[in-house]
């Protein structure tokens, strides 16, 4: 093992361990993350679900079927943290408020996010899920979720804006026919691309 995969057993070793939002958590933290040095797509997303909490997988669950198909790729791949590293804003479930899961808690980014992103090396495309996620990858060009991922040739291919893939977009996916028309196959040559 180098020095930089021993490097980054520890730290996500240290980030596993992680308890500092367990007096503000619903549940017992559980920091969901995958990351290793040779990942070459990162998955940017928001926070973990219940589900992702209870199994410790993320995206297991229609989201990530969504986010999978969109990605024109199967479990096998997309669990290949290899292959794809996956780091949410938030690593432990934040709980659920009156129109779906809280926002991701705030303790991850300042603890952990730097470090995480600065062991992976080699990715060539960040795909960037839900507004919190697109605010601090996209800085002030966030906001308005449909305008990011409208405008997704002005950061093609070295990032790009999905709307979350959750069932809960369905009525934005119906308003918005252009992004299976136009990004998602895009979207599917450029991984296959970054993956052969």
Not at 84 to 107: H, K, N, Q, V, W
Not at 113 to 142: C, D, N, V
């Amino acid at each position: 093992m180098t020095a930089d995969h021993q490097a980054l057993a520890t730290l996500l070793a240290e980030v596993r361990a992680c308890t500092v939002c367990r007096s503000a958590s619903p549940l017992e933290p559980r920091p969901v993350v995958r990351v290793d040095a040779r990942a070459r797509i990162l998955i940017a997303g928001q926070a973990p679900g219940r589900g992702a909490h209870e199994s410790g997988v993320p995206f297991d669950d229609a989201s990530g079927d969504r986010l999978r198909e969109w990605m024109g790729i199967d479990r096998d791949t997309f669990y290949d943290a290899g292959q794809i590293a996956i780091l949410p804003m938030g690593f432990c479930y934040p709980g659920t408020g009156s129109s779906g899961d809280l926002p991701p808690r705030a303790e991850c980014v300042p603890l952990w996010r730097a470090p995480l992103l600065a062991s992976l090396k080699r990715f060539g495309m960040p795909l960037i899920t839900g507004a919190y996620a697109q605010e601090w990858h996209l800085g002030a060009a966030a906001g308005n979720v449909t305008a990011l991922v409208r405008d997704w040739r002005s950061t093609w291919p070295t990032r790009i804006a999905l709307p979350h893939p959750s069932p809960r977009n369905n009525i934005w996916l119906e308003k918005n026919p252009w992004f299976v028309a136009e990004v998602v196959p895009a979207l599917r040559t450029h991984v296959a691309a970054l993956l052969s």
